[in-house]
């Protein structure tokens, strides 16, 4: 009698689409509302984006239980931080947290591909991509998730961001105003949505700025 053997995987994709766009002055980072697994839909209100310190956001696809262990890993290292430093870590420094983090795991990674935004010392808009074992790169703009292939491309096409090769080095940071991102971060999931089955239902934004942060809904399709 042959030996068959489970087809079980410690991972799973929950589906999901993040962007973030940072400004002169603003950060705007921005989520869908739809968990998925394969062609069911598990939960249509459930947020991808959590606020790690004063200002610094993270919106997370991929493995929703692995992003949620991720998340109390660095909520319990900011606390360790708060406690021992007396303030809130910077979003820079936040965004050298979840590298380490996510390659002290690099063997069995966090399946989690994540977005960091927030305003730097200078309050300045930032926005940090990752891949899953802790790369990362400061950036004007990005997206992470099912639609992102869909949603890049368009980014690249309205932004423009510098080549990092240029000399003097130039800000990453959009020219766009706050309203102006907020729009274009509305026309990329409403679009991504038309195409991507795992992005859907609600679009949750995020706004840091001086005046601290705000949140936006907006109603997506939901087939």
């Avoid at 399946?111 to 927030?118: D, K, T």
């Avoid at 400061?138 to 491309?153: A, E, K």
């Avoid at 080095?169 to 795992?198: G, H, M, N, Q, W």
């Amino acid at each position: 009698m042959p030996i068959e053997h489970a087809n079980w995987s410690p991972y799973d994709n929950n589906g999901g689409t993040c962007v973030a766009v940072a400004g002169a002055d603003y950060c705007v980072i921005a989520a869908d509302t739809r968990m998925s697994t394969g062609y069911n839909i598990l939960t249509r209100d459930y947020s991808k984006i959590v606020q790690l310190a004063e200002k610094s956001v993270m919106a997370s696809s991929g493995f929703q239980a692995d992003v949620r262990a991720l998340q109390k890993v660095l909520a319990a290292r900011h606390l360790i931080y708060q406690h021992q430093l007396n303030k809130q870590m910077s979003c820079p420094a936040m965004a050298q947290l979840l590298s380490n983090t996510l390659y002290y795991k690099r063997f069995f990674p966090y399946y989690a591909f994540n977005v960091l935004a927030g305003l730097d010392s200078e309050g300045k808009g930032c926005v940090f991509t990752y891949d899953a074992v802790g790369s990362y790169e400061r950036v004007g703009y990005s997206s992470q998730g099912s639609g992102s292939t869909l949603i890049m491309p368009f980014l690249d096409n309205q932004l423009k961001s510098p080549s990092p090769l240029l000399l003097p080095a130039r800000d990453a940071v959009t020219p766009l105003s706050e309203a102006e991102a907020i729009d274009l971060v509305k026309t990329c999931f409403a679009s991504a949505t038309e195409r991507d089955i795992y992005t859907g239902d609600k679009l949750e934004i995020v706004i840091l700025n001086a005046n601290g942060i705000r949140r936006e809904y907006m109603e997506l399709r939901k087939d």
